[in-house]
């Protein structure tokens, strides 16, 4: 069993910069391969990015390449997603997840995840 909490979401301004954090508990927490995914209203939810579990290697969506960095801390127990140059259409619940046994790289479809977070709000608007 693996237990996820994500924080750091809220409101901010286009052109502005969040960072969202996931802490990750139980079970090897430390081996795990984990990504980001956001959910808009109305819309289907969507690959933002992915860490790997041993050796740093990172994979973006398109639409945040450039602009969102995903990083975990040494004890890999905690993923980030800075988020810079925000704009209105980032604006989504985003959830973090773990990947407990894949091994092909990258880890950008739902179904390569086996635990989820409850999801934090960002929100971009003037």
């Known amino acids: 069993q693996v237990q996820l909490v994500e924080s750091g979401g809220g409101l901010v301004q286009p052109g502005g910069s969040l960072r969202l954090s996931c802490a990750a508990s139980g079970r090897s927490a430390s081996t795990y391969a984990m990504g980001w995914f956001r959910q808009a209203p109305g819309k289907v939810r969507e690959f933002v990015a992915t860490?790997?579990?041993?050796?740093?290697?990172?994979y973006y969506a398109d639409s945040v390449k450039g602009r969102f960095t995903i990083s975990r801390d040494n004890g890999k127990t905690t993923v980030y997603l800075q988020m810079n140059s925000l704009k209105p259409e980032d604006t989504a619940v985003y959830y973090c997840?773990?990947?407990?046994?894949?091994?092909?790289?990258?880890?950008?479809?739902?179904?390569?995840?086996?635990?989820w977070g409850q999801g934090t709000q960002v929100t971009v608007s003037s």
């Open positions: 997840a773990v990947d407990l046994y894949g091994s092909s790289w990258p880890r950008r479809y739902q179904y390569q995840y086996d635990y």
């Open positions: 860490i790997s579990r041993s050796d740093g290697r990172t």
